[in-house]
């Protein structure tokens, strides 16, 4: 498809069990972005790839949250001993990259939502 | 970081015109503006952005304030469809370029037949 995917599209597991979410951007786009959307809220950064540069991780909420992204392609988003406070739609985004294009809107996946037992 | 104040609800009568505020007060020369909206169970969906200047394309129009503070959203023939959340935000860079979105609680319309 032309637009962003993600996998799965629910998970439900229990306490203390780690969980990997799986995000396709869209071929061409060098910036993935991660969000978490808690119930009834806006999004929450999380961590932003741009191609081959260090990822900003500053939004991960704690060491039990890591990404990975392989150039410009898919990027899992890993949540170790999960409480239930994680749980919430998780979204990637990704948008053509910096320099002349570094206005490009950012486009979503329909998120992965995440329920902890 | 330049901030946005929305109103919590709004109503619009299907095929008129739905008119959205937004505040950002405290906005920098070189940040954009930009509305995204989500309709229930999904993810967020583009709609338009800029800078100064007025813009139009197919989904909508943005009209931005001479002083950059305040700006509108207008869908011009309103649909049942239009019915989400909307989300003014502006975009926050920083020495890494991250291009990363603030975003508030967003206006919740409902579109009414």
């Known amino acids: 498809g032309a637009g962003v995917s993600q996998s799965p599209s629910n998970k439900v597991t229990e306490k203390g069990k780690d969980v990997e979410l799986r995000c396709d951007p869209i071929s061409g786009h060098t910036a993935l972005y991660w969000y978490r959307q808690r119930l009834g809220q806006g999004l929450e950064f999380l961590i932003y790839f741009q191609g081959n540069s260090a990822p900003d991780k500053s939004g991960l909420p704690s060491d039990r949250f890591s990404a990975e992204r392989t150039g410009e392609s898919v990027s899992t988003l890993t949540i170790q001993r999960t409480q239930q406070e994680d749980s919430a739609v998780y979204l990637c985004a990704s948008s053509l990259g910096t320099g002349a294009r570094s206005n490009q809107p950012q486009h979503f996946g329909d998120g992965t939502r995440l329920s902890i037992l | 970081d330049a901030k946005t104040t929305q109103p919590t609800s709004m109503d619009c009568a299907e095929g008129r015109a739905a008119n959205l505020p937004c505040n950002h007060s405290?906005?920098?020369?070189?940040?954009?503006v930009y509305w995204y909206r989500q309709i229930h169970s999904q993810g967020p969906q583009y709609i338009i952005h800029g800078l100064k200047n007025n813009e139009t394309n197919e989904m909508a129009s943005l009209i931005i304030t001479e002083d950059r503070k305040s700006s509108t959203l207008i869908l011009p023939h309103a649909t049942l469809r239009d019915t989400a959340v909307y989300y003014c935000i502006v975009r926050l860079y920083n020495a890494g370029n991250n291009r990363k979105l603030i975003w508030g609680l967003g206006t919740s319309l409902a579109v009414n037949p």
């Open positions: 405290t906005i920098s020369g070189n940040e954009y």
